[in-house]
């Protein structure tokens, strides 16, 4: 539970936390801080640079466990990116989680104002399109644990990614809403939403007829007997409307300008995630959102609809078995090594596509612990709300998603290759490169350079010629194009004849490495390698750079090469993590 706290705060702070900071926010003594940190250090899941702490990418298999175990994403992200194409705005899918909705898929349009909205990021269900959808099929309880978490956490604290709601000001007049806002001239609070809001539109979505959002008369709410009005208090007959209308609008609930269109994607008659789509009040108003893109949207939810109907089973993947890792790890480490913590992780990793339900003994066959330990495990998961348990099966939560998704969900090449690049460059004391191909040159999107009198002076975002480079070559050797640019003489050993650099690129093809010796400037010496994706696609190289009096063309493969394979190999595992459920940029 400890090492589950710290990594929700390491979440909460954006993927990064002293670990002074992580030892105020949780309140535990230090000494547990660094055996905790430690143990996700040793899982991968962290990475310690100095006395700071930073989440990494492979602790997205934990989030990757529980979408693959939804399977929606795989089924419905193509689908929901060809909307998002087609109407040129960002569309989401997100899944409820208890009194929240959380996305499971983004494809966000980039403009000047867009989408913030992450991955993993959990929402107030009475601030969204989506809550009221999943509201209709709450119970008694669910709407109970609602007006408790209201009446517990009124700002909306809970909820970082969305603005907090500001308690009514004493001076306000009944029925104002409350939320963020800005302090005019005078010095008073002026509500966003009163600011945002339509002029002939109440924040109930009734116009100046009582009529609501579908033109419907609309029965009149207020707030509480002694409270002032505040975002949220008209959830309830949201959620009437949405049950009868089968969609429901978000008309600038989060933050003044965000408009929203939802509607469910049923699965054997159950809602099994909500798609919306998301624009900016300088593109549509919420009625013209409706009016508008409605239709499409329904086409849209029939092609999902049709794709889960139809989709085969999951095949089921290898399981995990970590237990023999964890075991050697708790002997190197000893004391230092929380087992407990590595041994609940490993259990959610359990689970995965084709593996959504496991009973006690799949987990324990799965991660290769004993029943007993894998038991206290799942009751600690389910107590912490990880975990469901049902007729003696098991299922992860959406809940899982919040341990560190988000902020990695937004996760580029260059931010995976660094601290690889960092370790490299720190054993060969030489400097160490990422780029990818822009054409017909190289430019270089990471670098991490040594401190030498004599050394590559390249900083990132600088572009080469391909051809001459150790990184081009590796680049342009999976390139299907065989058109080759103008060959000029940059030193006397450039390659610019053309047959001979298409024999030297089928050599790199077939011998998996580039090596450039004084063809870009005299003196300068690379070797590079490439960097793949999850399909087998060359996306990017590393490289080693130096001056060729420190190393000779042999010694670089002898020495260097290894080193670079095995680089490239730690960045394409964590590439292979973070890019399972999400397209990651590699520029």
């Excluded at 990757?64 to 569309?91: I, M, Q, T």
């Excluded at 993993?120 to 601030?127: Q, S, V």
């Excluded at 609309?218 to 949201?238: C, N």
């Excluded at 260059?414 to 004391?429: F, N």
Aim: aromatic share 4%; net charge positive; charged share 25%.
């Amino acid at each position: 539970m400890r090492g589950i706290a710290v990594l929700r705060r390491l979440t909460e702070a954006d993927g990064v936390s002293s670990l002074s900071g992580l030892e105020r926010a949780t309140g535990l003594a230090r000494s547990t801080v660094d055996r905790i940190t430690a143990t996700l250090a040793r899982m991968g899941y962290v990475r310690l640079d100095g006395r700071d702490a930073l989440l990494a990418p492979r602790l997205m298999e934990l989030g990757n466990a529980y979408l693959g175990a939804l399977r929606l994403p795989r089924l419905l992200d193509a689908h929901a990116d060809a909307l998002a194409d087609e109407l040129d705005e960002s569309v989401s899918l997100a899944v409820g989680d208890r009194d929240g909705i959380r996305f499971i898929h983004q494809a966000t349009r980039r403009r000047a104002m867009s989408l913030s909205f992450r991955i993993g990021d959990l929402l107030p269900a009475e601030r969204t399109a989506p809550g009221p959808l999943f509201a209709t099929e709450w119970g008694e309880a669910e709407w109970a644990r609602w007006h408790g978490r209201r009446a517990a956490d009124p700002e909306d604290r809970g909820f970082p990614a969305v603005p907090a709601r500001s308690r009514p000001f004493a001076d306000a007049p009944s029925g104002t809403a409350g939320t963020t806002g800005t302090t005019g001239t005078t010095g008073t609070f002026r509500s966003n939403w009163a600011a945002a809001a339509p002029a002939d539109r109440d924040r109930a979505g009734r116009d100046r007829a009582g009529r609501d959002r579908a033109g419907r008369p609309a029965p009149a709410r207020s707030a509480p007997p002694g409270r002032l009005a505040t975002v949220g208090d008209d959830f309830e007959a949201r959620t009437e409307e949405a049950r009868k209308d089968g969609w429901a609008l978000d008309d600038q609930l989060i933050e003044p300008g965000l408009v929203a269109l939802s509607m469910p994607v049923r699965q054997a008659g159950r809602i099994a995630c909500v798609v919306s789509v998301v624009s900016h009040t300088s593109r549509h108003t919420a009625a013209d959102l409706r009016d508008t893109l409605l239709p499409r949207l329904r086409a849209a939810v029939a092609a999902m609809e049709r794709e889960l109907r139809e989709a085969p089973p999951a095949e089921p993947g290898a399981p995990s078995g970590l237990a023999t890792w964890t075991g050697a790890s708790k002997q190197e480490l000893g004391r230092e090594f929380v087992e407990s913590l590595a041994r609940g992780l490993t259990v959610i990793t359990s689970f995965g596509e084709g593996r959504a339900e496991l009973t006690l003994t799949e987990v324990a066959q799965a991660t290769g612990l004993a029943r007993a330990t894998a038991r206290r495990a799942l009751i600690t998961l389910e107590h912490l709300g990880y975990v469901t348990a049902h007729d003696r099966v098991f299922r992860l939560t959406p809940r899982v998603l919040g341990l560190g998704f988000p902020p990695l969900s937004r996760t580029t090449l260059p931010d995976i290759a660094v601290p690889h690049l960092t370790e490299l460059s720190h054993r060969l004391h030489e400097s160490t490169s990422l780029a990818v191909l822009a054409g017909d040159e190289v430019q270089y999107t990471a670098r991490v350079a040594t401190s030498r009198v004599m050394s590559v002076n390249v900083v990132v975002g600088t572009r080469l010629p391909a051809y001459a480079t150790s990184l081009g070559r590796v680049l342009l050797a999976d390139r299907p194009d065989t058109r080759l640019p103008e060959l000029l003489p940059l030193t006397p050993r450039t390659i610019t004849d053309p047959a001979r650099l298409r024999a030297e690129l089928d050599r790199v093809r077939e011998a998996g490495y580039a090596l450039a010796d004084e063809e870009l400037e005299e003196g300068l010496r690379a070797v590079a390698v490439p960097v793949r994706d999850r399909g087998g696609r060359v996306v990017a190289a590393v490289n080693v750079a130096l001056h060729s009096s420190r190393r000779t063309a042999e010694e670089c493969v002898r020495d260097i090469l290894p080193e670079l394979y095995a680089t490239a190999s730690r960045v394409e595992a964590d590439l292979r993590v973070a890019g399972r459920f999400r397209r990651v940029q590699v520029g």
